[in-house]
């Protein structure tokens, strides 16, 4: 039997400063392969839109191997299925990949891959692509381990393969995996190419700015480097990132490769535990909110009648992405003033983000639902962020033009409109505001603090930030008043209603 090396693509799509591939073409014959499971694309936080840019990953992969010698091997269905099948016709020597820290879906999967390959008696060899790791490496150590992993090589492979006749499949259409139907005109291309150009102008031109209009949602669609839904699909690694951003002599950069550093702190914290994907950090915040479809669908479509979030919804519905700062805003409308589960809120932005990555989603989705408990609480003001971050209400007009006759001091708050025809006139086609702002957040504020009074809430608090806190100096300040005063730390929001 011919003997090989299988290289199993999963969220690495790239061959350069890929150490599996690298690895896995030392000694034998490999078979690329790249599996394509329906289980996982049909989970409600997968979506059509994610599925287009993995698409055009894959393709542009196929194409590099291709040049190479060895076309991508596509294969629909099981893993273990089809590393049996691939058993059957060569004799396989090791598997190798990266390791990943994905949804619990995928964890499940790679606890069966690594039992099969135990009882079969094949080497998988896992590497390790962000700064994430297994076993019990103690957070204290995380950072010293994060920095000597990227101080590593990147690692570039010549060699020409040999192609292996081993039958794959073509890429399914597009109805195969029953996606609603989510267009997303605005969303960037998928591949390696795209992912080289992006960052090339990003780090030419806009990484200057990236500073100053990093809040905005406007000037930060070009000046952030919108590098994350590559990042998320492995199209390029983050070593190459760094190691391009070096070059670049602006107090900026600083700033974005702290960005790269918090990427895989977050994931960290989910491979140290996986059920933080559905379950609260801290027990006595678990189902404290109410399911609400109308209030869930009314945000989730930019309808909730406050004209900023609405506009930041209604861009990231039409671009796949949006910063940080919106995200963050979005996701606190929803858990603390309309009071819906982050669970379900959670889910809904994860389809429309193309960057959707669970161990930064899903600690944010915590975090700006005040769950975590060690870290501050942050009620975000639509009007305030929007008369920050959109002072004369363009952004607003343009995602949100049933409000493009609205004077520019009112735009924020149409409410205000004190003429009662020209308020009915200029909002017709606008709906009222779905809650009150500051009774909604003054609700959400009250309840977190009585819950932070309950019996061991402070000592669960404390155990919750000796696995999951950040160790960097500042945080662990803050981070120290939040557990040893427990009168109102947590409760310092930034509300300015
Ligand atoms: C509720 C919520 C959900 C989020 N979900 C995701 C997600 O699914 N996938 C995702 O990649 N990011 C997520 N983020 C983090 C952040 O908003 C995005 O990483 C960032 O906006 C991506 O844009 P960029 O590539 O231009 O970032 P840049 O500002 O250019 O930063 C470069 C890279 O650093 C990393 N990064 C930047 N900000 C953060 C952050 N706050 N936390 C962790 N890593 C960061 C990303 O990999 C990013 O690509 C979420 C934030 C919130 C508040």
Redesign the pocket.
Same mark, same amino acid.
């Given at each position: 039997m011919h003997e090989i090396n299988i290289c199993w693509f999963k969220k690495d799509l790239r061959v350069v400063d890929n150490e599996a591939l690298y690895n896995a073409s030392k000694d034998y014959d490999v078979l690329p392969l790249y599996i394509l499971e329906k289980e996982k694309w049909q989970q409600l936080s997968h979506s059509y839109r994610q599925w287009q840019f993995c698409k055009e990953c894959i393709i542009d992969l196929r194409e590099d191997l291709y040049l190479m010698g060895q076309p991508l091997i596509i294969r629909i269905g099981d893993v273990i299925d089809i590393f049996e099948e691939i058993k059957n016709t060569y004799k396989i020597k090791g598997i190798y990949s990266h390791q990943e820290t994905g949804d619990f879906l995928s964890y499940k999967r790679d606890q069966k891959v690594r039992r099969w390959s135990r009882e079969n008696n094949i080497p998988w060899e896992e590497y390790i692509q962000f700064g994430v790791f297994r076993g019990t490496l103690k957070r204290d150590k995380w950072a010293k381990t994060y920095k000597k992993h990227f101080e590593k090589e990147i690692i570039n492979i010549t060699k020409v393969f040999k192609a292996l006749p081993f039958k794959g499949e073509n890429l399914p259409s597009d109805n195969f995996f029953d996606f609603k139907n989510d267009k997303c005109h605005g969303r960037c291309i998928g591949g390696r190419k795209e992912a080289i150009k992006r960052l090339n102008y990003?780090l030419n031109n806009e990484i200057y700015s990236?500073g100053k209009n990093?809040s905005s949602p406007a000037k930060?669609y070009f000046s952030? =480097?919108? !590098? =994350?839904p590559y990042?998320?699909m492995g199209c390029i690694s983050l070593k190459e990132i760094l190691k391009h951003t070096k070059s670049v002599k602006t107090k900026d950069s600083k700033m974005?490769t702290s960005? !790269?550093f918090? %990427?895989c %702190?977050?994931i960290q914290k989910l491979e140290t535990q996986p059920e933080l994907e559905f379950k609260e950090y801290h027990p006595y915040f678990e189902n404290i909110r109410i399911k609400n479809d109308y209030f869930l669908e009314a945000w989730s479509e930019g309808k909730t009648g406050y004209p900023f979030l609405d506009a930041c919804m209604r861009s990231l519905n039409h671009n796949g992405?949006?910063?940080?700062r919106m995200?963050?805003m979005?996701?606190s409308f929803a858990s603390y003033n309309l009071w819906i589960p982050w669970q379900e809120s959670?889910l809904k932005?994860?389809q429309k983000?193309i960057?959707?990555?669970?161990g930064? %989603?899903w600690n944010?989705?915590q975090?700006?639902s005040g769950t975590t408990s060690i870290n501050t609480n942050r009620i975000y003001n639509p009007i305030k962020q929007g008369k920050d971050h959109d002072p004369k209400g363009t952004f607003i007009k343009k995602w949100v033009p049933e409000l493009k006759d609205i004077s520019q001091d009112l735009i924020h708050e149409p409410w205000l409109i004190n003429n009662i025809d020209i308020y009915n006139s200029q909002t017709m086609n606008y709906i009222k505001p779905i809650i009150d702002l500051k009774l909604t957040s003054r609700n959400a504020r009250k309840l977190l603090f009585q819950i932070s009074l309950k019996k061991e809430y402070w000592n669960i608090s404390k155990r919750i930030y000796e696995k999951h806190g950040s160790r960097k100096p500042t945080n662990k300040r803050k981070t120290k008043k939040i557990i040893n005063n427990s009168t109102n730390k947590q409760f310092e929001l930034d509300l300015n209603l």
């Open positions: 990003f990236y990093i930060s952030c =480097s919108r !590098l =994350s990042i998320t974005f960005r !790269l918090w %990427h %702190h977050f992405w949006i910063n940080f995200r963050a979005l996701m959670g932005l994860a983000f960057d959707y990555e669970p930064i %989603h944010q989705c975090m700006q």
